[in-house]
């Protein structure tokens, strides 16, 4: 059974500071998703990592995957208030080109607050 | 350009009575899936389907039964509601060559959904 986790679940944040989520997953798996969510609202995409050693960037957050570690990160540089929500990682279940169907094991989610 | 969408938004019911949800996609997906996300175990995944006519068990189907008649549709049930199944749900689709085309799923807005 895959199992998806993610740390730390609540993270409070000054602006401007930097700091890092962390996602762990059990089984091999070559690809893995960040969304964003905001309260009361939708699943946002932010970035599909496909291969290890892939790295995104958009604005203020990058996030990596070492598939050989079962291990992404999402990193936060210079938070602004506009950062806040909850962002959840979650894995494509088949492993490597394998059928998975597209079905997805999440994370419980982080949810930042960042003060000002 | 509708992209996923949830009906209704919010519904109460009481014990022992049933309802429909309805999904609707309007981009030519052939894979849909119905999450549920509670606090602290962010989503996961009830039921899913590859294309018309055909529907398959995700992690947590018990209580719930789908359908899709058409490919544009897919239709979430419960037969007799249960206070366990007080949550938010959501619809997903994508492309049948997702990860071809490294493509995220999509998200309707979601279904708060209380059990009395």
């Known amino acids: 059974e895959l199992k998806v986790e993610q740390n730390p679940l609540f993270l409070s944040m000054q602006e401007g500071k930097n700091y890092t989520i962390y996602c762990n997953y059990s089984?091999?798996?070559?690809?893995l998703y960040w969304y964003r969510q905001d309260p009361g609202k939708s699943l946002e995409s932010l970035f599909v990592?496909?291969?290890?050693?892939a790295v995104k960037q958009e604005g203020r957050l990058m996030a990596s995957l070492d598939t050989k570690a079962r291990l992404s990160t999402l990193h936060i540089t210079a938070a602004v208030h506009d950062l806040s929500a909850t962002y959840f990682c979650?894995?494509?279940?088949?492993?490597?080109?394998?059928?998975?169907?597209?079905?997805?094991?999440f994370g419980q989610g982080t949810i930042l607050t960042v003060h000002p | 350009n509708a992209g996923v969408t949830q009906t209704p938004k919010f519904r109460v019911l009481k014990t022992g009575q049933s309802m429909t949800l309805l999904c609707a996609q309007d981009?030519?997906?052939?894979?849909m899936y119905w999450y549920r996300q509670d606090p602290g175990m962010g989503l996961r995944l009830i039921h899913y389907s590859v294309g018309e006519g055909t529907t398959a068990k995700g992690e947590v189907p018990d209580g719930y039964n789908v359908s899709r008649l058409k490919k544009q549709n897919f239709l979430l049930g419960l037969e007799s509601a249960a206070p366990s199944q007080t949550s938010v749900y959501f619809c997903a689709s994508n492309l049948r060559d997702s990860r071809k085309y490294n493509q995220p799923q999509h998200f309707g807005d979601g279904t708060r959904l209380s059990i009395l």
């Open positions: 089984t091999t798996s070559d690809r």
């Open positions: 981009m030519n997906h052939e894979y």
């Open positions: 990592l496909l291969s290890n050693g």
């Open positions: 979650a894995v494509d279940i088949a492993a490597y080109g394998g059928t998975s169907y597209g079905k997805l094991t």
